[in-house]
């Protein structure tokens, strides 16, 4: 019921659910129907996925086809990156964040740990009901990590998200680096101080 900001798009932008943002493209003045993929620098020679050992002497954008539907990926938004917290009487850290998975596909459990994966706690995931193929919207989570009444120091918060086809983030961005740094879906982990 508004009209849409210049930065988002004005006057006219497209919006490709279950896509990344470089095809929701904005500030349209034309539109083609084309058996033919875009032959545009976004498309061909620039959202793409390589090996982390391929490097800009040796690409060939034409090997890899152009990054549509984005990995499932999580987020834990609170608490954040250092902050120092006590963990409240009944022994439990609260943890907030956000999933999303591409192509429409449901985030079906976001695992957490406290221990670098030792034990995992299945956060409660609050999301639109919308069927599985047509879920776009992101999904926020709450979980509640036990935590060791004696323990104090720095601890590290780690999250994954899986979604409906089972596809679940990897354990580190190391092995899936590459020269654009584009589906960086790594757990997401933050440390931070209890006292
Ligand atoms: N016309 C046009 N549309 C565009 C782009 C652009 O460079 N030109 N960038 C795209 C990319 S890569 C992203 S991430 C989103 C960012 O816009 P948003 O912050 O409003 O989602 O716009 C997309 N649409
Ligand atoms: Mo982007």
């Given amino acids: 019921g508004k009209i849409l900001s210049r930065d988002h798009g004005y006057p006219l932008r497209c919006i490709v659910p279950g896509n990344v943002g470089a095809r929701n493209v904005k500030w349209l003045t034309r539109i083609a129907v084309s058996e033919a993929e875009s032959n545009s620098h976004w498309q061909q ?3 793409k996925g390589f090996s982390p ?3 800009w002497d040796t690409v060939d954008f034409t090997k890899s086809p152009a990054i549509q539907a ?4 999580s987020a834990i938004c609170s608490p954040t990156e250092g902050e120092v917290l006590k963990i409240p009487a009944d022994g439990y850290l609260t943890v907030h964040g956000y999933a999303w998975s591409g192509g429409g596909r449901r985030i079906v ?3 957490l740990t406290a221990d670098r994966g030792k034990t995992w706690h299945v956060a409660k995931i609050q999301q639109e009901a919308q069927p599985d193929g047509r879920h776009y919207g992101w999904s926020l989570w709450t979980g509640r990590i036990k935590m060791e009444t004696a323990s104090t120091g720095e601890v590290e918060i780690w999250a994954k998200a899986v979604d409906s086809a089972y596809n679940v983030q990897p354990e580190t961005f190391e092995n899936i680096w590459n020269l654009r740094g584009v589906l960086a879906n790594a757990y997401h982990r933050i440390k931070i101080k209890i006292i």
């Avoid at 984005?70 to 990926?73: H, K």
């Fill in 70 to 73: 984005m990995p499932v990926t």
């Fill in 45 to 47: 020679s620039d959202y």
């Fill in 53 to 55: 050992s391929t490097d």
């Fill in 109 to 111: 459990r976001v695992d």
